[in-house]
């Protein structure tokens, strides 16, 4: 009989890699550059504050340093053959990603702290989990949190170090007009370094793959890295190629 690896592996719907994908910013630093300055640092920076506390840490202008204590990373599930979907315009998001990004299995992401999203479902009349976390949230914000000391007693606590603030960026709402729970988000709350051997492609369109190597090869160089061929893969070739390549 078969176990449940065996199974799951005959599961299209499922992929056993993380993606991350990059985009521009508002600097006007290109995906590209950014992709590239990723391989240089070797690091993964949790650079935004994602999940339902977003909004409540604006409207209470919280210090940077919170900010920071709060961000996260963020990875998809999404199987290979859908990658091409993050490049693609999609309705109701202010931005794109673009064909740029990193490839990692799903058990390095795991070792490192990932955790998948929860989407609470916000369709009209279902808030009965989005108000208790809400309020949670605004209690915590309030200054009203408590937490068990080293002691075993419970004391009152800032909202960074609150229970909740550390489940908040974990949570997503999915209903109408904002539904992401297609994306398999996984997040990491900070930074997380990597080594090139550890990715498992780099994605990058087609006709930039010699030229993007040849820059990560001179970053390398002045950095004193040790180059490395780096496995180019472009998310918008048909599976069967993609398979390949990552596969090698």
Known sequence: ????????????????FFVHFTRGQA???????VLLKILNGQVLKA????????ALLEEKAAPQEVLDQLSVVCMS???MAHWSMFCSEIPGRSWRFAPYGLVFTKDWARGYGFNPVWYLNTVPGQSW??????ELAQIASNGKARAWDGNGELKDVRFR?????KILPFIETAGVGKDFSWEREWRRVGSVSFLPQETVAVLAPEEDHPAFQAEYDRQCESSDWPTTTLN????????SRIQGAVSR
Do not use: C, F, Y
């Not at 600097?27 to 550059?33: L, N």
């Not at 989990?129 to 809400?134: A, D, E, F, V």
């Not at 180019?232 to 599976?239: A, Q, S, Y």
């Open 77 to 79: 599930e999404a199987p």
């Open 27 to 33: 600097d006007g630093t290109s995906a590209r550059e």
């Open 232 to 239: 180019l893969v472009d998310p918008t070739w048909p599976l």
């Open 161 to 165: 170090d609150s229970q909740i603030a």
């Open 129 to 134: 989990l989005t108000t208790p976390l809400n």
């Open 47 to 54: 650079s935004r504050v994602h999940g339902i506390g977003k």
């Open 1 to 16: 009989m078969p176990d449940v690896k065996d199974l799951l592996a005959g599961r299209s719907d499922l992929s056993t």
